[in-house]
């Protein structure tokens, strides 16, 4: 709720500055939300308690809204719309979605977030097209090579939702991962640099065997040294990065809410705007 609540009120305010100030009218702007689900959060009905109680049905209607329904409520919206996904089920539910906004241009993709989002930075004319791409994949599921793709055109605003739960999962304490999951955290990260950065290893003479040394690997990274390892490589990319805001449940951090802007020419404002936005979020 936190993350969503961030975004649509970034949104809007992306939106104002486009349709009010002369030189950004010279913009078509685009929203593209890359793991775009059917719009809807799903959690259970009320119930009953439905009957009894109109203000609650009001307020769960507004809590149940995903990222694409309340990107196309934004006044002025978007010139245009991209939704991703790769379930079909979903995509249907889109297309209904879609028939709620008759006024808008929406257009759904069926396909892998990492096939489809390089191939439209490809398609995008950076000279006269503007565009704020939305990531909240399911787990640690985008590749680092889509996150180059977006910052190359230097015309994308990119919000990120980076999974520190599944991330920190698969950094083992007291080896370092399997190569499958090395292998994965290569692509979420864009380098092999992380396995340096985040173990460290000690050594000591075998006591069976003086002749043969034992080596003990383990983790030094915390929270801390993780998130910013991947600020850092998204510093490398785009013209600024916010400051990072942290999403809790009762047992930890589970994500790590980003926004890096792509254009050097408006991105003092659109941090400047995230940082107030995330303020709330910004603490260990």
């Known amino acids: 709720q936190k993350k969503l609540e961030v975004l649509s009120k970034y949104l809007g305010a992306y939106r104002k500055i486009f349709s009010a100030n002369t030189r950004a009218k010279f913009f078509t702007t685009s929203y593209v939300d890359a793991f775009a689900g059917t719009g809807v959060i ?94 909240d994949p399911f787990g640690a599921s985008v590749e680092w090579s889509v996150i180059e793709a977006i910052a190359a055109t230097k015309a994308v605003d990119l919000w990120i939702l980076f999974p520190y739960h599944a991330v920190n999962r698969m950094l083992v304490n007291d080896s370092k991962p399997s190569k499958a999951w090395g292998d994965r955290l290569t692509r979420v990260f864009g380098t092999e640099k992380w396995e340096e950065t985040f173990y460290d290893s000690s050594s000591y003479q075998s006591i069976l065997d003086p002749n043969e040394k034992v080596e003990i690997v383990y983790k030094t990274a915390d929270k801390f040294k993780i998130t910013q390892f991947f600020v850092d490589q998204l510093k490398a990319k785009f013209a600024a990065v916010a400051e990072p805001g942290y999403l809790y449940n009762s047992k930890g951090l589970l994500f790590v809410l980003l926004f890096a802007a792509g254009n050097p020419k408006g991105a003092t404002t659109g941090v400047k705007i995230a940082n107030d936005l995330i303020r709330g979020l910004t603490r260990f």
Do not use: Q
Request: some cysteine.
């Open 42 to 135: 799903p959690r259970p009905e009320l119930g009953l308690i439905a009957d009894f109680c109109p203000d609650a049905v009001e307020g769960e209607e507004e809590f149940r809204k995903g990222s694409a329904r309340r990107a196309l409520e934004v006044e002025p919206p978007f010139d245009h719309y991209i939704f991703v996904e790769k379930d079909a089920g979903k995509c249907e539910e889109l297309r209904a979605l879609a028939e709620e906004f008759p006024g808008r241009d929406i257009k759904i993709i069926n396909d892998d977030a990492n096939v489809a989002l390089p191939r439209w930075c490809a398609d995008m004319d950076t000279v006269r097209e503007r565009a704020v791409v939305f990531l």
